[in-house]
C-alpha cells in the first residue's frame, strides 16, 4: 500500500520511508509561530525540547526560523540565520545523530544550515520561489521537502489537477538543477492558500494530489503536515493547544492513504497512534505474536 524509498542522506545512514511511518518533531525558534511561538527561542530550551522529542520517537528534527502563518512579519535572511544556526551548531555539539531539516525557503539559509549539519530543506515554496534553491540542494546532494503554496492558481482547475502541475514544475526545477526527482518529498501544503473543505478532500486523496502529472508522474514520498492546523481547529471550534486529538486523526487517515513523514508538534501521542495504524495495516511486529 505504500510506495517505498530510500533517501540518501550526507553523512548519516539513508532515511527509508515505506510501511514505517517517520516522525519529523517540530522544533520552532520564533517568537510568533501560531502554535508555539516563544517556547523555544533560547537554545537550552530549544535542545531541551529536540531531546524530549528524540526521547518520544522523533525520527527527524525540523528546525525553523520563520513563522509562515498568515499575517507573520517577515523575516531577513541574517535574522533567520541569528535563530537557527546557533540551534544547529548546538544540536550537532552535543552528538544528536538524527537527521536535521532545515525549514526555510532562502536559499542562502539553507546553505549556511546545510554546511553546519543539516542534511534535508524544507520548502514551503516548492523549489518555485528562490530560482537558487534548486542549486543548493543539488550542490550538497540533500533532499527537499517540496511543498504545494500556490497563491495564485486558476480556481476554476480542479484542486488535484492544479497541485499536480505545480509539482511537475517543481520536478522540472530539481532536475534542471541536476537534483534527481527521486531525492524530492512531496507536501501538499495543508492549510496554505486552501479552504478547509480542499484540505479534507487532500486528505482523502493524497496520493492523486502528490503524484506529479503525465509527464513526472509517479509515487513520492510524501508528507503530512496537518498538526494542530486551522482545518482541524475550524471543524472542532477550538484553539491550537486543543486539536491534538483533530491531528492525530488527519494523520492516521494520511497514512492509510499513503503518508511517509508526519510533522508534528506532539511526538510521542501521534506516534503511539501512527503505530496503531501500521500494526492494522501489515500487522504487529511478529515477535508479538
Known sequence: MHSTHTIALPKRPPLQLGQTARIMGILNVTPDSFSDGGQHQLIEAALAHARLMLAEGADIIDIGGESTRPGAELVGVQQELDRVMPVIDALIAEGITAPISIDTYKPLVADQAIQAGACIINDVHGLRGAPEMASVAALYDV???????????????????????????????????????????????????????????????????????????????????TSRKSMIGKLLDVPADQRLAGTIASNVLGYINGGHIFRV??????????????????????ELG
Open 265 to 286: 508538534h506532539d511526538v510521542r501521542a501521534n506516534r503511539d497512534a501512527l503505530r496503531v495504524a501500521e500494526a492494522t495495516l501489515y500487522g504487529p511486529p511478529t
Open 143 to 225: 533532499p527537499v521537502i517540496a511543498m504545494h503554496w500556490d497563491k495564485a492558481r486558476d480556481p476554476d482547475t480542479p484542486l488535484t489537477d492544479s497541485m499536480n502541475r505545480y509539482f511537475d514544475a517543481t520536478i522540472g526545477k530539481a532536475e534542471q538543477a541536476g537534483l534527481s526527482g527521486e531525492r524530492l518529498i512531496l507536501d501538499p501544503g495543508f492549510g496554505f492558500s486552501k479552504s478547509v473543505a480542499e484540505n479534507y478532500a487532500i486528505l482523502n486523496n493524497l496520493r492523486q494530489a502528490c503524484a506529479g502529472t503525465a509527464r513526472h508522474r509517479g509515487a513520492f514520498a510524501i508528507l503530512v503536515g
